[in-house]
């Protein structure tokens, strides 16, 4: 690829990679939380799965940018501050309870599952072929969240309650999915558009929230600020997960 694209689709894919490891961070925080020991592990798991498609994306910017594919991950997830990071803020949100997690989670993973069946038909074949290695996994987060709509939304008053407001509390900062993601608009052909893929999660999401009995609502403010601009949760975050690596930059993990 020429050297214009390298860099775009470097800065494209190291967005991805912030989306995954902030979400693998804020999962890992149910370990030894869950309502149920079955979704500690679950959780557990998804959290490890979100940070090896992390390292993924991190590494095929590491070969796009010549740059050591070992210590630039590294790099990348400790040693950036809160305004270098190009995830969206979604992901970053504090956990709140169970039922804003795995709406979380749900809502995000339908649209990667769609954005990965593009990034399976991409031109630049180790995309294509990192993107055939994630969708699986992508599939089972999907199919694991949608077990839950019904079982908290058709389960008891309070389950209803509790989803249904972690849906009120979460949809205004859907809108910010469907942003470009960086260097996007030079890579015709390499990726999909991201603000293309906004009918078809749209269509999937509100049809399964129907089916459990929530509805979005109907009126919210949009938190559609740029990827740029993180929020003081990210902010903490960062405070606690780079805390250790920073204390020893010269160490080798």
């Known amino acids: 690829m020429e050297t214009r694209l390298n860099a775009g689709l470097a800065e494209y894919l190291i967005a991805l990679g912030d989306d995954?490891?902030?979400?693998?961070?804020?999962?890992s925080e149910w370990c030894?939380?869950?309502?149920?020991?079955?979704?500690?592990?679950?959780?557990?798991?998804?959290?490890?799965?979100?940070?090896?498609?992390?390292?993924l994306w991190y590494e095929l910017?590491?070969?796009?940018?010549?740059?050591d594919k070992e210590r630039?991950?590294?790099?990348?997830?400790?040693?950036r501050d809160a305004s270098e990071w190009r995830n969206v803020q979604l992901v970053s949100l504090p956990n709140g309870d169970w039922a804003f997690s795995v709406l979380r989670r749900y809502l995000f993973d339908v649209l990667e599952v769609e954005?990965?069946?593009?990034?399976?038909?991409?031109?630049?074949?180790?995309?294509?072929?990192?993107?055939?290695?994630?969708?699986?996994?992508?599939?089972?987060?999907?199919r694991h969240g949608r077990a839950w709509l019904p079982r908290l939304g058709l389960g008891t008053e309070e389950s209803h309650r509790r989803m249904q407001t972690a849906l009120n509390d979460l949809w205004p900062f859907t809108p910010q999915l469907f942003q470009a993601l960086p260097g996007e608009s030079e890579l015709s052909?390499?990726?999909?558009?991201?603000?293309?893929l906004?009918?078809?999660?749209?269509?999937?999401?509100?049809?399964?929230?129907?089916?459990a009995n929530l509805n979005p609502p109907e009126k919210s403010n949009p938190m559609n600020r740029p990827r740029t601009q993180q929020t003081e949760h990210m902010m903490d975050l960062l405070s606690e997960s780079q805390m250790v690596a920073r204390a020893n930059v010269e160490a080798r993990w």
């Open 32 to 55: 030894g939380h869950a309502p149920i020991l079955e979704e500690d592990i679950a959780f557990a798991n998804l959290a490890v799965d979100e940070l090896g498609h992390a390292r």
């Open 20 to 27: 995954e490891l902030i979400l693998s961070h804020r999962d």
């Open 115 to 142: 954005r990965l069946r593009g990034l399976k038909q991409s031109s630049y074949k180790p995309l294509a072929e990192a993107a055939a290695k994630i969708y699986n996994e992508e599939l089972y987060h999907v």
């Open 72 to 79: 630039f991950p590294d790099h990348l997830a400790y040693f």
């Open 189 to 196: 052909g390499v990726v999909p558009t991201t603000p293309g």
């Open 198 to 211: 906004e009918a078809e999660w749209r269509t999937k999401v509100v049809a399964d929230l129907a089916s």
């Open 61 to 67: 910017a590491a070969e796009l940018l010549d740059e």
